[in-house]
């Protein structure tokens, strides 16, 4: 029963709006990470972001904590 009940919920249009809105989450957090690693020569965390799907989650991870900081003398010369 409860796999009959699976099966209906995963044909449904709610399912597949889930997973369109997941798919677009990890999308924008995973070109985010891609776009900052690669800015920062980071060659171990851009292809890590690349390769894994995590929902968004190595992105955030990444940007929130090893991302390189840049100086502000550098800000300002931009």
């Not at 009940?5 to 997973?19: D, G």
């Amino acid at each position: 029963m409860a796999y009959e009940e699976l099966l209906s919920f995963i044909s449904s249009s709610a399912f597949m709006w889930i997973v369109i809105i997941l798919i677009i989450w990890e999308g924008v957090w995973k070109g985010i990470a891609l776009w900052k690693a690669g800015r920062n020569n980071q060659l171990a965390w851009f292809v890590c972001v690349l390769i894994f799907n995590t929902i968004g989650i190595l992105p955030i991870i990444y940007l929130a904590f090893f991302q390189k900081k840049v100086p502000e003398k550098a800000l300002k010369k931009r």
